[in-house]
Nanobody
Framework: QVQLVESGGGSVQAGGSLRLSCAASGDIPSYYCMGWFRQAPGKEREVVAHIHRSGGDRYYADSVKGRFTISQDNAKNTLALDMNSLQPEDTAMYYC???????????????????WGQGTQVIVSS
């Protein structure tokens, strides 16, 4: 059984930066896709970024391109999201996820996800 635990959320002023981390326990196959999602109050959950476990293509939502960077350390079983130039509209609960989607789906940002973390809150004030 895979468990995902996020950390690193917090409150920051607009223009600031945060680094989210996701620690995974259990075996995550190399063909899995890892992702970050977010959900703001009153809004649907949306994909933020994806990266395939085997490396290669990353996917970013248009709203975060050029500001956020997804990375992973497979040896440590961790996933990270570096968020720069944060804006109030980035305020949301951020979730780490892992799923069996193939490389193509992962690179498109629409991989199905099987495992989810509990989320970490990010608040950006203007």
């Amino acid at each position: 059984q895979v468990q995902l635990v996020e950390s690193g959320g917090g409150s920051v002023q607009a223009g600031g930066s945060l680094r989210l981390s996701c620690a995974a326990s259990g075996d995550i196959p190399s063909y899995y896709c890892m992702g970050w999602f977010r959900q703001a109050p009153g809004k649907e959950r949306e994909v933020v970024a994806h990266i395939h476990r085997s490396g290669g293509d990353r996917y970013y939502a248009d709203s975060v391109k050029g500001r956020f960077t997804i990375s992973q350390d497979n040896a440590k079983n961790t996933l990270a999201l570096d968020m720069n130039s944060l804006q109030p509209e980035d305020t949301a609960m951020y979730y780490c996820a892992a799923g069996w989607g193939g490389r193509a789906a992962c690179s498109r940002g629409d991989s199905p996800m099987d495992y989810w973390g509990q989320g970490t809150q990010v608040i950006v004030s203007s």
